[in-house]
């Protein structure tokens, strides 16, 4: 049977990074950076790149590529008891996006919102009270919030279009969805620079301090960056690999990911800095008050810049237009490439007709995605974003590593990618997947379930909540990741008969 391709490899290699370059590097990336040391966290992070996210890339690719399966497949055929750890990665993938894309409605509502420059003087009522319609607590799921609603909706019907005829369909918005937010973040940082105070803000951001590079915690966070970044033990790289010739360029293809997914999170980072430093010349406040991250830096802080624009409100709603849409472009290629990860998953293990499987494992999301339209959906974001991320993504990444590097032997994957690739990679990558990866992995992961245990319960919700949205969350995913790789495969002969017959 002929699996389905992308074009060329361009085309994967655009879809690779649209699905790493997401919200994460134009809100997260500037923040962690700044909080973290400055330049001085470059240091780190390049360290955890290095060690962790390329080899981690390089793992990813070559499971999917030399087995041309999604991922629970993939890993079940190097041995049967790993698919349920490609089960774990996938329904990670799963749970994520039923919240991403509750941000993604958020966002319409400010690419519309931007025409009328709809937030006035005060953006945080407008985010918490017009959009969200915040309830108190988790407790109370309070009703749909309408704005968000038909953002979601409209968020799932482009993920049906462009995921429709699969690799096809990807392979023609992917130049738009990754292409067109580099330019437009171009474009903001031209306005940025060009205002007084920006410089300042740049300065203030990249400021090295070298102190903190012998902290514990700038290692975490670094290395919880990058496998956030990177878009890794999300069964999302492993699919998209799977669609590529089994002999392509496995090592030069992981190299430009990551620098272009890195390029893509300094570019923000100068962008967010400058404006800032704008705000808080304009404002006559320090720019350290002004500094955060996510919705609120999104969602709030960056649309009190665009009123302060020079320009008056036309002015500001372009810029306004042009802000949102770069998020909205950052984030749908790594949506659907979360719902895409899923389609693999199941259409490889059952022998499924993929346009079907699209459409049902949509709706299936559509559904679990609703949760987050209601006014009670932000706390409940809050709290699943933060297991999934410090808990799910990381036992994946861990998985993996432990199942390749200590059950089926690092080497036999690199004399794989060796031969096929420019770039030879040394026996550094297998001390990096036997070793390093999975102490540094078990190492955070230590660390958080002690903060999260024996320190505080995560922002202060009740026990039950946590339980429900969090802990709950994992046992449910692996009691589900267990039952799918007990089921029996549908094996590829009797597909190949039926396909024959057709
Ligand atoms: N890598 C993408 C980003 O940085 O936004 C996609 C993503 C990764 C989204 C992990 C969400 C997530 F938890």
Redesign the pocket.
Known sequence: MQRERWGNRVVFLLAAIG???????AW?FPYITYKYGGGAFLIPYFVALLTAGIPLLILEFSIGQKNQLGAPSALGKIRKNFQAIGWWTTLTAFF?VAY?VGVMGWIWNYIWGSFTVAWGSDAATFFTEKVLQVSEGPGTLGGFSLPVLIGVVLTWIAIYFILRRGTKSVGKVIWVTVLLPIVLLVILLFRAVTLPGAIEGINFYLQPDFSQIFHLDVWIAAYSQIF????IA?GIMIAYASYMPKDTDIVNNALITVFANSGVSFLAGFTVFGILGYMAKTQGVPIAELATEGPGLAFIAYPEAINMLPGGPVIAGFFGVIFFLTLLM??ID?AFS?VESNIAAFADKWQLNKQKTTVTVIIVLFLASLLFTTRGGLHWLDIM?YY??HYA?LLGGLLQCLAIGWFYRPEKLREYFNPISDFQVGRWWNVMVKWVIPLVVLFLLGNNFYRNVFVAPYGGYESKYLWLGGWGLLLLMAVLSIIFAAIKDKSLNSVDSKKANL
């Open positions: 699905s790493a370059a997401g919200l994460g590097n997260r994520i991403y956030f970044t990177l878009s999300m950052l984030g790594s979360l974003d999934l991320n993504l």
